[in-house]
């Protein structure tokens, strides 16, 4: 399990994003840019699709949205490399795709119905800020998360 085997990783890559949540530039007025996070790496699917999910449960998304905005990736994510030249991904067809990506969608609700963002973050070491923070970053424009308790 993923919690199992990265806990300092994710709570190293969680802090740092509440820190970039925390900076003045991100705390502007409803009617200025909003600034943007980018949270990348080859696929999204492991590591970066758990912070991308974890971030979109504190923002208030519904985990089914969760889960069919990941499979959506999934399926986009294929047929780019269709013709991408990646020199490890690469387009699968149905037959193989189908079921891994079946059981990758599957494994993401069991985790996240398991280990809630707002749960798991503060046993990883994360404070009620940095949590509400985080929630921040992609809370509708003009809202704000409540501050935390304590």
């Known amino acids: 399990m993923l919690l199992d085997h990265f806990p300092a990783e994710l709570a190293a890559v969680m802090r740092a994003l509440a820190r970039i949540a925390r900076l003045p530039a991100a705390q502007t007025s409803p009617d200025s840019p909003r600034p943007g996070v980018c949270i990348h790496c ?77 749960e798991v973050l503060p046993r990883l070491g994360l404070t009620a800020h940095e949590v509400a923070a985080l929630a921040s970053l992609l809370a509708p424009r003009g809202s704000r998360p409540a501050p935390p308790a304590g």
């Open 42 to 118: 080859s696929a999204g699917r492991d590591r970066t699709g758990l912070v991308s999910a974890w971030l979109l449960q504190l923002a208030g998304v519904a985990d089914r949205d969760i889960i069919a905005d990941y499979r959506r990736s999934l399926d986009r994510v294929n047929e780019y490399h269709r013709t991408s030249g990646h020199p490890v991904e690469k387009y699968e067809p149905p037959a193989v795709f189908e079921p891994w990506a079946g059981s990758r969608t599957e494994a993401l609700a069991e985790f996240l119905a398991a280990h809630p963002a707002a």
